[in-house]
C-alpha cells in the first residue's frame, strides 16, 4: 500500500497513526458487526485526519444485498442468538425474516 497524500497541503505524505475499530451503532446490524475496520492517516502540517478502508476488509458495494447480506451475517448464532435477533424491535423487518429462516431450517 502507498503511502497517501494529504489533499491539503501538495506533497506532503499522511502518516499511518493507528487501525482501529470504530463503533458505529447501527441497529440493522448484530453486535459483532458495529464496528468499521479503517487505518487513521495524519497530516504533519495541517492535521487533517483521513480514514481508508484497509485492503483485506470487502467493500460495501462488493457486499452481499438484501436477504444474502443478512443470512451470511446471522450464520452461525446460537439459536438463542437467532430468537434474540427475530423478537427485537430495534431489527429491521429484512434481519428478523433472516434470522427467522436460519431458525426454520434448523429444524
Known amino acids: 500500500m502507498q503511502t497517501p497524500i494529504c489533499v491539503r497541503c501538495p506533497g506532503v505524505k499522511l502518516r499511518l497513526r493507528s487501525r482501529e475499530l470504530i463503533d458505529v ?9 458495529a464496528a468499521l475496520d479503517v487505518r487513521i492517516w495524519v497530516c504533519p502540517n495541517c492535521r487533517r485526519i ?3 478502508w484497509p485492503e483485506d476488509v470487502p467493500l460495501p ?15 452461525g448464532m446460537s439459536d438463542k442468538e ?5 423478537e427485537s424491535e430495534l431489527r429491521s423487518e429484512e ?13
Open 25 to 33: 451503532h447501527r441497529l440493522d446490524r448484530p453486535a459483532f458487526d
Open 50 to 52: 483521513e480514514l481508508q
Open 61 to 75: 458495494e462488493e457486499e452481499p444485498e438484501g436477504e444474502e447480506k443478512y443470512l451470511r451475517q446471522l450464520r
Open 82 to 86: 437467532l430468537r434474540s435477533v427475530a
Open 95 to 107: 434481519i428478523r425474516a433472516a434470522a427467522r429462516k436460519l431458525l426454520e431450517e434448523g429444524k
